[in-house]
């Protein structure tokens, strides 16, 4: 193309549809590192009376919990036959959630959508967040926590070693490996923005980004080499975040629990993780954009883009979930049968339609761009699927553990007053987290966007005129 | 040690068993299991490591019952045996599924994994209040709260008898080691035996027609072997 | 760098600007490795005319990949052998355990030996004082040049005619 | 008690070490020794096997105790004794928590603060004696004391009718609910009636080819369940190819029903004429050996098929069928159980059951009715036969009209046991003064002004004569597995030691210093014995091998037959059930039915009885109502509903269990539960159906009708949930296919 027509910011007025474009908006390298920074400082009383909500959630949670491992797993509403609840059926919301994260900014990185670049920081950390929530369940789980360093291989006194043949050590492994993963992952696409702030902020806060920027100049080098690490963590990140929700859907499918012993399980929490984790992330972002007054960044394009992504995700989870339930329902096996009539017209039915439909409803909704661009619609949607994903693992851990092959020892699951607080802890314990980072850290990744910008101009095709990706990195 | 490991295997006649409850007193007597009480009961968490189950079949007038006592069956190919993260439940040479409480972290994987649902998992700090700690049985772990226990076919009376009879120079003779409920069983129902000793009673009871073993197409090969009820044993 | 040496900043608006200042210096002799460029943006390879250079990163990553492999095999394939427990119908090592365990030990191997890796490769962290300008966050693109004194002029004449916003002795700040 | 070692205990121990059996006996007395200079049999951490017999329940099974370190530890079956051969009912196992239980006196009390008012003041014995001693002196008419007495060891019992009758005062009254519920008075009498000796049949189950059995629990709670079981296995599938035929009527399908290979759902009070029916179609049809039948033609004069089938709602072809059934076995055997004898017709009944093997010959065939032979033990049986329900009835009426002035009760809890219809609360409280000697404050030592704890049965010395006996006459001994825990002492010691006291002819009825003496003088007349399973050079030697097998037994097996001269001769009579209540108000039967596991109440207090599931329903820990589908259909409550069960004398509330196994006619209620007193475990916990039942007796036998009363039901719109084993969901299924 001739150089007259590609500029930076086309002068002519019809430049005034583009307005839109996050990456071809008329902003200054320093406008854009203002409007990321100045947020962070913006803590009205709002905030605070926030984090102190928060935090009294979390304290009754602790408090709960303590109360759990003074007394014993009698305080949970678990029994036989159902030795697993709400704890288990959390364990595994959380660690779908965290799925989002390396979704967002591996999966999209590679594929080089653009529109990832404003969220891309937000999405990390939301899976870093996630997965310490789902992380505290084990050992909630086992009621005597001290217990669980026995799990370590590591040559001991006890002369104990693990048996790596349990689905729960490859929990363990997998876990950990995927939280090392998308931490590391968030802090080094983190660095050149700590330096950022650390030009342009004082007092405590520049002390603290000078650390953590670990002396980032922006040199050629620095850049370079870390856009190779990151290239590399993209592509490595994806295989763990696969296995982790494989191996959680394992723990079940190994055991020969009718309606657990399902091959089909493994992809299935997957993608419906990936499901439940896009659509957290909608939320987060509708919700973070209100409070930080993020307009600027994450614009409707972006949620146009998620609002997609999630539909598609929600489709694929119908269709795994559907593969699943024909066999079972067809193969018409007696325990099956037996629990899916509990599921549709038995005890459970209440919470398996509410899953349904909290799972159904967004997806049609999502097909509108109207929904997919309005803020509060999609928030509505998303919402909705996080309750019906939820309810989902309720529903596969709980549900399908009150039957079993002997009617005698058959039984019933209601939570107890322990198991709910818990289980809210986590969920305000995420969200206080994830306030405080939002407050801490630059929650846009200014050199993200910058990138971008680089990539980006506009080109007239006869009349019209178009905006171009450059084909850099 | 005998030449081959024995098999332990326990015989549970359904045609005499009367369902009188003595196995279950019995077996809680020798193994510490603690008495929950009403509320955890209706909770669904009592400890009994062998209990009775209750069939009907029918209408009235022409009802009937039947019953089955159910413990561990002690399965060859145990689902609860791989699926523990430290090795609390494993497989011992002589075919006993073997439950080690101090190693138990309390994931609770093997009661989800077990078929059978005979495993029992204390759920709170198991009470004996002054004096009913004195009735404790000295041969057996008193489990703390936190871990999962389970039938051990009385391990611990098979060893006292290996131990005397190897102190007196000779093999356990068949029909000498008899766990708690197999002992006070008024009817018989139970016996219990080696069966890789062809002459034992059990290896002769195994080849009855009656014989089925419990949840038998699931191929967990139990070493509980059962006899159906109402048919002569011939 | 030797006492008789003089180093300068010299702060730009635009890249092309930068990179015709870049191509002018090596004229007048100066080489590569003479010159730092400090942007915020992380600009492609051979954007600004210069040689791209050799990293180690893929080799420590592979090394890290093949030590976590055999963590993983011991773990999965030769300690259950060590401690010899036998669980109801499986043999002591089976594939797909074996098969999980390594995998993931191999990625987590991956994931560290990158991080350390790079953070090994930019000698990070350094917090010592180190030539650097503020204005480079602010998207200013900073050329560091160390030159002998007698092309001074020369120097400084090639960086007005690209347009230097600034020129001058390079702060040393402690990062 | 003496605080030393005597000579005479020392040659125990010594005997007890050297015993092969390994069950060696325990020290006699108190000896305060610490374990750093054990008895020499006891080896620190080394268990010690000691004999004794089980005093749950009348049967007298023999057990083992294992003891560790001067500790009961397990209670298992004496493997050598005849009875029970090494098997144990649940309630034997769980005697230990008797021993152990924390709800145990500790010393002699006296009931401070009033009676029911709970408030104790420890006694020393001596002070205890001298109250004792001092209500005996001052009595105006030796015949103002009354003994009251239930579950007591034989030895007891003859040193206290020996102490009364010297005293000048009646004999003891016994009775306790398990009996009653047994029926044990109505079958003593009708054995007196048809073999002229009162005393309880054996019947031959193991042999048996077909059992009737009408209303008798005999693998529950009725006579001696351990060794029926055991027989009852062996008739299963004892004999090569041989399977015996069990048929049971009840009302309620039992878990005996449940063994059975047919239950008939039978009308309350209508067993007889069933026995009756099927007698009389094997006359007139001269099934099986038609020669025995001629001398009973006369007993079914009376009789008409149809007249029974329609009063018994059993069809008549179903009649011949069981006739034929019966008559066509070579050994068949016809039970009247507890069930009749709970009827206004009990008697009559019985003897209509038993009247079926007179005529088919049964009476002392293999696989038939028996006696127990006394033999040699001739001299142990004055055995507490239990009286009547109406002697009771006499005695009480005379507390009410004051005159008793001191009442001793021993080994039962009449203001549980007894209906209230019964009255015995009110009349206790007219009583001046009533001693108890129970371990715990159950309902009645709460009403008493002095409680003098006897030892617990693993604590102290006795011998029961096992009733009904096994096949070899038998003896089963009793002594202390464990020093005693606490400052209890042994009621015969007391009764011995104020004998002393009161001196005169009492005291020369009772002259031995302790009861020790008295038993070792008592089972040393065994020595000797050619008959015996063992014996001794010496009779101290004897002692100790008849406390190391836990009794003495003959040898061989030596059946009696009873002599059936004393033949009834007039035909018998056709009797209506009587029931109380009205019936259009009162629709429904009540059948209480002793828990397998609580018995009459007196296991209530047992932790492991309480957690130990019913059988039939799976519940524990609680009391419910067993309805038939129909009949909760109608009334419009599901499980776990909490009903009104009201009777003209009474009412309790109780959740509902569905039971598929019961008469749309008839509620059936376990008894056990609903103490007020008698413990942590016991107390505020289920209610008690005998407190509803009406204090009707059967006419012929005088024992209480328990099982005659009706009552009605009322929803109460409340739910309270059962402890149950079993999920409500597996609806009873085995598996879902």
């Known amino acids: 193309m001739s150089e007259s027509e590609v500029l930076a910011y086309p002068e002519d007025s019809s430049a005034a549809e583009f307005e839109d474009r996050l990456l071809l908006a008329e902003r200054t390298s320093s406008e854009i590192n203002q409007a990321v920074l100045q947020p962070m400082f913006r803590t009205s009383w709002k905030f605070w009376a926030l984090v102190i909500f928060l935090s009294l959630l979390v304290l009754w949670g602790l408090f709960a919990w303590g109360y759990l491992i003074y007394w014993g797993m009698g305080t949970a509403g678990i029994n036989r036959p159902v030795y697993w609840g709400f704890f288990i059926a959390t364990f595994v919301f959380w660690v779908g959630i965290s799925h989002a994260g390396t979704m967002i900014s591996a999966v999209l990185r590679l594929l080089k959508a653009d529109w990832r670049r404003p969220i891309t920081r937000g999405a990390e950390a939301m899976t870093a967040f996630a997965l310490m929530m789902a992380g505290l369940f084990p050992f909630i789980h086992l009621g005597r926590v001290w217990k669980f360093y026995w799990m370590l291989p590591y040559p001991n006194n006890r002369l104990m070693w693990p048996n790596f043949q349990s689905p729960l050590m490859w929990d363990m492994v997998a876990i950990f490996t995927y939280f090392i993963g998308s931490t590391l992952y968030l802090y080094l696409a983190l660095i050149p923005d700590l330096a950022m702030a650390r030009d342009h902020t004082g007092k405590w806060r520049q002390k603290l980004y000078r650390v953590l920027s670990l002396g980032w100049r922006g040199t050629e080098a620095e850049w370079h080499k870390l856009h190779r690490a990151l290239s590399i963590f993209s592509v490595a990140i994806i295989p763990i975040f696969l296995s982790v929700h494989s191996i959680v859907s394992w723990d079940f499918a190994v055991t020969i629990q009718p309606r657990w012993h399902s091959t089909i399980f493994a992809p299935y929490f997957v993608v419906g993780a990936i499901y439940s984790g896009l659509a957290a992330l909608a939320c987060i972002l509708v919700i973070v954009r209100k409070g930080m007054q993020l307009q600027e960044f994450l614009r409707s394009e972006h949620f146009d883009a998620l609002g997609k992504l999630v539909l598609v995700a929600g489709m694929a989870w119908v269709y795994f979930w559907f593969a699943g339930f024909i066999v079972e329902w067809y193969g018409n096996e007696p325990v099956t049968r037996e629990l899916i009539h509990e599921e549709v017209a038995g005890s459970l039915a209440p919470l398996f339609y509410l899953q349904m439909s909290a799972n159904l409803i967004p997806i049609v909704m999502l097909i509108f761009k109207k929904v997919r661009t309005t803020p509060w619609l999609l928030l509505v949607a998303t919402l909705l699927v996080n309750v019906g994903m939820f309810t989902e693992r309720v529903l596969i851990v709980v549900g399908n553990l009150q039957r079993n092959f002997m009617p005698f020892n058959w039984g019933e699951y209601s939570p107890t007053w322990v198991e709910v607080s818990i289980v809210v802890m986590t969920f305000a314990g995420f969200a206080l987290l994830y306030t405080i980072f939002s407050r801490i850290f630059p929650y846009v990744p200014v050199w993200e966007i910058k990138e971008g910008r680089l990539r980006y101009t506009v080109r007239r095709i006869g009349r019209l005129l178009v905006p171009t990706a450059a084909e850099i990195e | 040690m005998a030449e081959i490991e024995p098999r332990w295997v326990l015989i549970v006649d359904l045609d005499r068993c009367t369902g009188c409850q003595a196995c279950v007193v019995a077996c809680q007597a020798e193994n510490n299991v603690p008495t929950v009480g009403e509320h955890e009961t209706i909770e669904g968490r009592w400890l009994h490591w062998i209990h009775i189950e209750r069939y009907w079949e029918g209408e009235y007038p022409n009802i009937k019952a039947r019953f089955m006592p159910v413990m561990c069956q002690q399965c060859t190919a145990a689902p609860c045996e791989p699926v523990c993260p430290v090795f609390a439940t494993y497989h011992t040479p002589e075919g006993l599924n073997a439950q080690i409480y101090n190693r138990c972290i309390g994931t609770r994987f093997c009661g989800s994994a077990c078929p059978y649902k005979t495993r029992t998992y204390n759920w709170l700090r198991p009470e004996f209040p002054e004096p009913l700690h004195e009735q404790l049985n000295p041969d057996v772990t008193v489990r703390s709260r936190g871990l999962i226990e389970k039938c051990t076919f009385c391990v611990q009376r098979i060893r006292r008898i290996e131990i005397e009879a190897h102190a007196q120079g000779r093999e356990p003779v068949d029909g000498e080691i008899q766990p708690a409920c197999v002992q006070t069983c008024p009817p018989d129902a139970l016996v219990f035996g080696d069966l890789n000793d062809p002459s034992s009673r059990v290896s002769q009871l195994a080849t009855s027609h009656r014989s089925f073993k419990l949840l038998g197409e699931l191929g967990t090969d139990p070493g509980v072997i059962y006899l159906k009820g109402g048919e002569t044993n011939v | 760098m030797s006492e008789n040496e003089i180093s300068l900043v010299a702060l730009f608006e635009k890249s092309t600007d930068t990179a015709k200042a870049i191509d002018d210096l090596h004229t007048l002799g100066i080489p590569d490795d003479r010159m730092v460029v400090m942007t915020d943006v992380p600009y492609p390879e051979q954007a600004l005319g210069r040689t791209r250079e050799w990293s180690s990163l893929p080799y420590i990553v592979l090394a890290g990949a093949i030590v976590g492999l055999l963590i993983g095999l011991f773990l999965s394939a030769i300690t259950p052998h060590l401690y010899r427990l036998d669980v109801g119908g499986h043999p002591p090592v089976g594939f797909p355990p074996a098969a999980v365990i390594t995998f993931v030990f191999t990625m987590m191997a991956i994931i560290v030996s990158t991080f350390l890796g790079v953070l090994w490769e930019m000698d990070f962290p350094s917090f010592g004082p180190a030539p650097y300008h503020k204005a480079v966050t602010d998207g200013q693109l900073a050329i560091l040049i160390e030159f002998s004194p007698d092309l001074d002029d020369k120097v400084n004449q090639v960086l007005k005619a690209n347009q230097a916003d600034y020129i001058g002795e390079p702060e040393m700040i402690s990062l | 008690m003496t605080k030393r070692v005597s000579r005479r205990d020392f040659l125990k121990l010594t005997a007890g070490a050297t015993v092969v059996t390994g069950l060696a006996p325990s020290v006699r007395r108190m000896v305060l020794e610490p374990y750093v200079q054990p008895p020499e049999e006891v080896l620190p951490g080394e268990a010690t096997w000691y004999a004794s017999t089980c005093r749950l329940c009348p049967a007298g099974c023999g057990i083992i105790v294992r003891v560790i370190n001067g500790r009961a530890k397990k209670i298992e079956g004496n493997p050598h004794h005849p009875l029970n051969q090494g098997k144990l009912c649940a309630r034997g196992q769980a005697g230990l928590q008797i021993l152990y239980n924390p709800d145990r006196l500790k010393n002699?009390?006296?009931?401070?603060?009033?009676?029911?008012?709970?408030?104790?003041?420890?006694?020393?014995?001596?002070?205890?004696?001298?109250?004792?001693?001092?209500?005996?002196?001052?009595?105006?008419?030796?015949?103002?004391?009354?003994?009251?007495?239930?579950?007591?060891?034989?030895?007891?019992?003859?040193?206290?009718?020996?102490?009364?009758?010297?005293?000048?005062?009646?004999?003891?009254?016994?009775?306790?609910?398990?009996?009653?519920?047994?029926?044990?008075?109505?079958?003593?009498?009708?054995?007196?009636?048809?073999?002229?000796?009162?005393?309880?049949?054996?019947?031959?189950?193991?042999?048996?080819?077909?059992?009737?059995?009408?209303?008798?629990?005999?693998?529950?709670?009725?006579?001696?369940?351990?060794?029926?079981?055991?027989?009852?296995?062996?008739?299963?599938?004892?004999?090569?190819?041989?399977?015996?035929?069990?048929?049971?009527?009840?009302?309620?399908?039992?878990?005996?029903?449940?063994?059975?290979?047919?239950?008939?759902?039978?009308?309350?009070?209508?067993?007889?004429?069933?026995?009756?029916?099927?007698?009389?179609?094997?006359?007139?049809?001269?099934?099986?050996?038609?020669?025995?039948?001629?001398?009973?033609?006369?007993?079914?004069?009376?009789?008409?098929?149809?007249?029974?089938?329609?009063?018994?709602?059993?069809?008549?072809?179903?009649?011949?069928?069981?006739?034929?059934?019966?008559?066509?076995?070579?050994?068949?055997?016809?039970?009247?159980?507890?069930?009749?004898?709970?009827?206004?017709?009990?008697?009559?009944?019985?003897?209509?059951?038993?009247?079926?093997?007179?005529?088919?010959?049964?009476?002392?065939?293999?696989?038939?009715?028996?006696?127990?032979?006394?033999?040699?033990?001739?001299?142990?049986?004055?055995?507490?036969?239990?009286?009547?329900?109406?002697?009771?009835?006499?005695?009480?009426?005379?507390?009410?009209?004051?005159?008793?002035?001191?009442?001793?009760?021993?080994?039962?809890?009449?203001?549980?046991?007894?209906?209230?219809?019964?009255?015995?609360?009110?009349?206790?409280?007219?009583?001046?003064?009533?001693?108890?000697?129970?371990?715990?404050?159950?309902?009645?030592?709460?009403?008493?002004?002095?409680?003098?704890?006897?030892?617990?049965?693993?604590?102290?010395?006795?011998?029961?004569?096992?009733?009904?006996?096994?096949?070899?006459?038998?003896?089963?001994?009793?002594?202390?597995?464990?020093?005693?825990?606490?400052?209890?002492?042994?009621?015969?010691?007391?009764?011995?030691?104020?004998?002393?006291?009161?001196?005169?002819?009492?005291?020369?009825?009772?002259?031995?210093?302790?009861?020790?003496?008295?038993l070792q003088e008592l089972a040393t007349e065994l020595h000797g014995s050619s008959l015996g399973a063992y014996d001794a050079k010496t009779p101290s030697s004897f002692w100790a091998l008849w406390r190391q097998y836990g009794g003495w037994w003959t040898e061989k097996e030596i059946p009696r037959e009873p002599d059936i001269s004393t033949i009834v001769q007039e035909p018998i009579p056709v009797s209506e059930p009587v029931f109380d209540g009205e019936e259009n108000s009162y629709p429904y039967h009540l059948h209480p039915y002793p828990s397998i596991t609580l018995s009459d109440g007196r296991g209530a207090n047992l932790p492991w009885l309480q957690g130990a599931p019913d059988p039939m329903t799976t519940v524990c820990w609680g009391t419910w109502v067993e309805l038939n589908p129909e009949t909760a259909s109608s009334l419009g409550v599901s499980e776990d509903d909490v009903v009104r069960v009201i009777s003209p004398h009474g009412e309790l509330e109780a959740p509902v269990v569905i039971y598929p196994g019961i008469r749309p006619d008839v509620v059936a209620i376990p008894v056990g539960q609903g103490h007020e007193q008698f413990g942590r475990f016991a107390e505020q916990r289920g209610s008690n159906p005998i407190a509803l039942v009406a204090s009707i007796t059967d006419p012929e036998t005088g024992s209480l009708a328990w099982g005659a009363t009706r009552v009605r039901i009322e929803p109460t719109g409340r739910k309270k949930s059962l402890a149950r084993l079993e999920s409500l969901a597996g609806e009873g299924r085995e598996s879902i296919g």
């Open chain 4, 108 to 518: 002699a009390v006296l009931q401070s603060g009033g009676r029911g008012s709970l408030k104790f003041e420890p006694l020393y014995w001596s002070e205890a004696l001298d109250i004792l001693v001092d209500k005996l002196e001052t009595l105006s008419n030796p015949n103002r004391v009354a003994f009251l007495g239930g579950l007591m060891p034989s030895h007891l019992y003859k040193l206290t009718t020996r102490f009364l009758s010297s005293f000048g005062s009646s004999s003891p009254i016994i009775y306790d609910l398990h009996s009653a519920l047994e029926g044990r008075n109505s079958t003593v009498q009708l054995s007196e009636s048809l073999f002229g000796s009162p005393e309880l049949p054996i019947y031959d189950l193991a042999n048996a080819e077909v059992i009737f059995s009408f209303g008798a629990n005999f693998l529950e709670t009725w006579m001696s369940p351990v060794s029926q079981s055991h027989a009852f296995g062996t008739m299963r599938q004892g004999q090569l190819g041989g399977r015996g035929f069990l048929v049971h009527f009840e009302p309620r399908l039992s878990a005996t029903a449940a063994s059975a290979d047919e239950w008939i759902p039978i009308k309350p009070g209508a067993e007889g004429y069933v026995a009756l029916a099927i007698g009389r179609i094997i006359l007139e049809e001269r099934l099986g050996q038609a020669s025995s039948h001629r001398p009973y033609s006369i007993l079914y004069q009376n009789v008409d098929v149809q007249e029974m089938a329609d009063a018994s709602q059993i069809p008549v072809e179903v009649l011949h069928r069981f006739a034929r059934i019966f008559a066509d076995a070579d050994q068949a055997i016809a039970i009247p159980g507890g069930g009749l004898a709970g009827q206004h017709n009990g008697g009559t009944s019985m003897l209509a059951v038993q009247a079926l093997n007179l005529l088919s010959a049964q009476i002392g065939r293999v696989g038939g009715v028996f006696l127990s032979q006394p033999g040699p033990t001739a001299g142990f049986r004055q055995n507490p036969n239990p009286g009547s329900f109406e002697n009771l009835s006499i005695l009480i009426e005379r507390m009410k009209s004051g005159e008793i002035d001191l009442l001793l009760i021993y080994g039962t809890n009449p203001v549980f046991e007894l209906p209230t219809s019964a009255g015995f609360a009110e009349a206790i409280a007219s009583v001046p003064y009533v001693i108890s000697f129970s371990q715990f404050v159950d309902e009645t030592a709460a009403r008493a002004d002095l409680i003098l704890p006897d030892h617990t049965y693993l604590e102290s010395w006795g011998y029961e004569v096992p009733a009904p006996g096994a096949a070899k006459p038998a003896v089963s001994s009793q002594q202390p597995v464990v020093r005693p825990l606490y400052d209890t002492r042994s009621t015969g010691d007391v009764l011995l030691a104020v004998a002393e006291r009161l001196g005169g002819q009492v005291a020369n009825a009772l002259p031995w210093s302790d009861e020790v003496d008295f």
